[in-house]
């Protein structure tokens, strides 16, 4: 399908997460007699109850901005793979022994429908998944395919990612720091974020100066993500959000708004999302970097 536009227009959307749906179909399809059935149904359940696709969005944008060309399918897998991460995130944040949420996007959550032993294994299953889909994508050389697996790896591994989570865990109940508070959401939530805009810049072939400035866009997105999230877990209507809201609170999670206040985080917000577009000078010239000026701006002014 061909993207030419470089106004954003909500289309855009519609026809990456079309793409990254067809290519998880593809990645995460099992032979119908298959004895762990109910393995694969466990994690298709998670990877197509709606999530808005952020993140494939990131990877094809900067691939496109660094190659010009929309057509190309050397993103695609890269795409579904930093999706699977994200899924994978989200089954086990949402276990009795993480958040305990029975709900996630308006539906039940993956436990709550497989049990907690499946839904791990599930969790599990989506990052060897991934892995894999990086390894075999055609449409990248061995060398792309072996930096893009190992930037995933470092940027939802115990340094990235799960690092942040860690911190989350042993920081509830305890009064924390700017720095920390800082350091937990760039690690739990720009990480992804930033390893998807990577990502699309590997699948280019891009140099070194436009990747780094692809992680910093998805560094200060990431964050500015986050503040966003935690201002809607106060103000956002729980119907749009389809997740149980004002469990930050209750559990005396860090989050800006909590810390600083709802005014406060709001100038943060806006702040990072203006750093994020700064980030993009590294791309001067090139056209279709305003739809990703204009989808940080989105990003912020989202109600879900
Ligand atoms: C592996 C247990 C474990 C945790 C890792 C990422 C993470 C830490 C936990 C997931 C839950 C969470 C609050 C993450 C912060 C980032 C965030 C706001 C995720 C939600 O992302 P969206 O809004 O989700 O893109 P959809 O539903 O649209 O896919």
């Known amino acids: 399908m061909t993207v030419s536009s470089n106004i954003f227009d909500e289309t855009l959307l519609d026809i990456y997460a079309e793409r990254v749906q067809s290519t998880l179909n593809e990645i995460l399809s099992y032979p119908p007699q298959i004895t ?36 190309t399918k050397a993103p695609d897998y ?55 889909a990086v390894c075999n994508n055609n449409f990248c050389t061995d060398t792309q395919n072996l930096r893009a697996a190992r930037l995933i790896c470092e940027k939802s591994g115990a340094f990235g990612m799960l690092g942040g989570q860690q911190i989350d865990l042993q920081s509830e109940g305890v009064q924390i720091g700017r720095e920390t508070l800082n350091e937990l959401h760039t690690l739990k939530t720009g990480c992804l974020f930033s390893c998807a805009c990577m990502l699309g810049c590997i699948a280019a072939n891009a140099d070194n ?76 010239g090139v056209k279709s970097v305003k739809i990703l000026t204009d989808y ?9």
Do not use: W
Not at 95 to 124: C, Y
């Open 36 to 71: 762990q059935k109910p393995l694969f149904e466990a994690m298709r359940y998670s990877a197509f109850s709606g999530g808005k696709r952020v993140r494939p969005f990131l990877t094809y944008e900067f691939c496109k901005a660094c190659t010009n060309d929309s057509d």
């Open 78 to 132: 890269y795409a579904a793979a930093i999706e699977m991460i994200h899924t994978f995130s989200l089954i086990h944040d949402d276990l009795p022994a993480m958040d305990d949420d029975v709900l996630r996007r308006g539906k039940p959550t993956n436990h709550v429908i497989f049990g907690e032993a499946t839904a791990i294994l599930a969790g599990d299953s989506l990052i060897t998944s991934a892995l894999e």
């Open 209 to 284: 100066s436009l990747i780094a400035a692809a992680e910093e866009y998805g560094n200060c997105l990431g964050l500015a993500f986050q503040i966003k999230d935690d201002i809607l877990d106060i103000e956002g209507d729980p119907k749009k959000m389809g997740k149980t809201l004002h469990k930050d609170d209750i559990s005396k999670k860090n989050t800006y708004p909590l810390l600083y206040g709802s005014e406060q985080s709001k100038i943060t917000l806006h702040t990072l999302t203006e750093k994020a577009i700064a980030a993009l000078d590294a791309f001067s």
């Open 296 to 304: 940080a701006n989105i990003l912020k002014n989202r109600d879900k």
